[in-house]
């Protein structure tokens, strides 16, 4: 192996090491997933909690929801091996809607117990909100994780300054405007009953659809080349017999 390999390998080893070392603390993190949803629609969403302990296990989660921002509606799907409890409440204060409407009860928390997620597992508890607020980017969702050895582990820190991550950051839901349809006008929000049954993989979104349409007029394009070049070499062919027979008269 000559000196320039081995430079070149160290090199490899050393960026791949840094490429790790960052990555892996974030797969560690409790996440709300997707991690983007549409202003003013609804959604379904999932909290991924992996557990971080080689010596236990996460017995409990606890997801605050936010109440500068209130949620009018909220359903979460059951878990095999967790009981679920949502917790309403009134406001720290009144909040009014996008609609006018005087918000003074909303929901405050969901908790998750009774099951357990062991070391190197992951659990994700899927709830279906709406609708999202229109006038702001995100949603900050902190969670309490709680292990079998007593410990809990906050995920609440808000994001920094300087856009570097926070250590126990809370799973943060970033909000963008809708896409406008084909007539111009604002996607309409899905119901709470579409946002509950559709996933993220239940039903081709307008890209999807427009992929298939291309790669249908790519196979018609194909088909029409090939059939030129086809008769292109027929001619071609028969070119080239009557030149043979015309030598040989």
């Known amino acids: 192996m000559t000196s320039t390999v081995r430079r070149v390998s160290a090199v490899?080893?050393?960026?791949?090491?840094?490429t790790l070392g960052l990555a892996m603390p974030a797969l560690a993190h409790v996440t709300v997933n997707p991690g983007t949803a549409e202003q003013g629609g609804w959604t379904k969403i999932a909290f991924r909690v992996p557990?971080?302990?080689?010596?236990?296990?996460t017995t409990k989660v606890e997801v605050a929801f936010p109440t500068d921002h209130p949620l009018p509606f909220v359903s979460v799907r059951p878990v095999s091996g967790w009981k679920v409890k949502v917790t309403q409440g009134k406001l720290p204060q009144p909040v009014v809607s996008d609609d006018g409407d005087k918000i003074t009860e909303s929901v405050l928390k969901i908790t998750w117990t009774g099951g357990k997620i062991?070391?190197?597992?992951?659990?994700?508890f899927e709830a279906s909100v709406g609708p999202l607020p229109k006038n702001v980017d995100a949603l900050e969702f902190p969670t309490e994780q709680t292990y079998s050895n007593g410990e809990v582990v906050k995920w609440a820190d808000p994001p920094k300054a300087d856009g570097s991550e926070a250590?126990?950051?809370?799973?943060?839901?970033k909000l963008v405007a809708p896409k406008a349809e084909e007539g111009g006008g604002e996607a309409a929000p899905a119901s709470p009953s579409a946002a509950a049954a559709a996933g993220p993989d239940v039903a081709?979104?307008?890209?999807?659809?427009a992929e298939d349409d291309d790669e249908g007029g790519s196979g018609t394009a194909a088909l029409v080349l090939g059939g030129l070049g086809l008769l292109a070499g027929l001619v071609g062919a028969g070119a080239g017999i009557t030149a043979l027979r015309r030598s040989r008269g």
Do not use: K, Y
């Open 167 to 173: 250590e126990h950051p809370a799973p943060t839901l």
């Open 204 to 209: 081709p979104s307008v890209a999807a659809v």
């Open 118 to 124: 062991e070391s190197g597992q992951f659990q994700e």
């Open 51 to 57: 557990n971080e302990r080689d010596n236990a296990s």
């Open 12 to 18: 490899s080893a050393g960026a791949l090491a840094v």
